[in-house]
């Protein structure tokens, strides 16, 4: 087949979550802008400042540009990077839950409320207390509880976090790299509000096909960011990024907090350095949303792509037609 167009081509967007609200497809992306920082792998590049919402009534038909729904000079809290986030709703409210570095340099998880899916949304004047590092995921499950997944290694600090407090000399690790498990995504409950923390945060344990914590060195099924939760069938698909090896890979479990085995992967790298997604069902179809350079060749200035998935006869994912 050939290479999906980017859904949007008049401004950059990276990070795409995508939920139905009202019928509709909303896509909350991170925003790409232009930077003479230099690439590397603190992610100073990724210099994004707002968010835009967009909405489309049906797959293929006009994508709708809502504006700015939130930017980073009405967050008191926030000193810069505003990443990928994501949006969740409950009793009629929509919240959109963000990562940003605080004041003084360390990445929070921040949470604002609006009355409408595509905002404008008003952001709580602290960050979620007990969050940190980046990508954070919502879901709301079935009997109404909701949770938040979150974390990325590198840039994103989750190696700051292995004792529970921010460690700065752990930032030069990186990443766990002695005979051990590879670091863990992390995932709370929300309370009823959807503004705070309604249990302790803990490790969201990825197991490999052997039953053991996928291995630190195994770094084409190892978590690094990017994650994201749905549900099919009853049971829960936890999908994530690998980072450095570019894959898209996901693992399947019978409880929102784990643990999951590794069932395989979604997507091949795509052009660019960053992977990052989000898995949605619209119109009774299946659907991933990704990123890829392939409109501006930069790895800082991304765009979204959609292409639509299927279940194979052991609920195992895969894209509908082959990778270009």
């Not at 898995?279 to 639509?308: A, C, P």
Request: proline share 7%.
């Amino acid at each position: 087949m050939t290479d999906p167009k980017p859904l949007v081509d008049h401004l950059f967007t990276a990070d795409p979550s995508a939920h139905v609200f009202n019928g509709k497809l909303y896509v909350y992306p991170s925003h790409d802008r232009e930077t003479s920082i230099q690439d590397n792998d603190n992610g100073d590049q990724y210099d994004m400042n707002d968010y835009h919402v967009f909405s489309m009534d049906h797959v293929g038909g006009p994508v709708t540009d809502h504006g700015i729904a939130l930017k980073a000079d009405e967050v008191p809290w926030v000193g810069k990077q505003m990443w990928a986030p994501d949006a969740a709703e409950k009793n009629g409210k929509f919240y959109l839950y963000f990562p940003a570095r605080d004041k003084e340099g360390v990445f929070r998880v921040g949470v604002a409320v609006a009355d409408k899916p595509e905002g404008p949304f008003k952001p709580e004047p602290e960050p979620i207390k007990g969050s940190y590092s980046i990508d954070p995921a919502s879901f709301v499950d079935e009997d109404g509880q909701a949770y938040l997944y979150f974390g990325g290694i590198w840039g994103g600090q989750l190696q700051c976090w292995r004792t529970g407090e921010f460690v700065q000399e752990d930032y030069e690790t990186m990443e766990a790299s002695g005979d051990e498990p590879a670091l863990a995504p992390r995932v709370a409950k929300l309370s009823e509000d959807m503004k705070s923390f309604a249990s302790e945060v803990q490790d969201l344990v990825i197991n490999d096909e052997d039953g053991r914590p996928i291995h630190a060195s195994n770094h084409d099924k190892r978590f690094f960011e990017a994650a994201w939760m749905h549900k099919y069938k009853g049971k829960y698909y936890f999908s994530y990024s690998t980072g450095d090896t570019h894959f898209l890979a996901y693992a399947i479990g019978t409880s929102p907090l784990g643990p999951f085995t590794y069932a395989g992967r979604i997507l091949d790298p795509v052009q660019g350095w960053t992977t990052h997604h989000s898995i949605v069902e619209f119109q009774g179809k299946w659907y991933l949303l990704y990123h890829d350079t392939s409109l501006s060749g930069k790895n800082h200035l991304r765009s979204v792509k959609m292409r639509e998935l299927v279940y194979d006869g052991e609920d195992r994912l895969k894209l509908a037609e082959p990778q270009p």
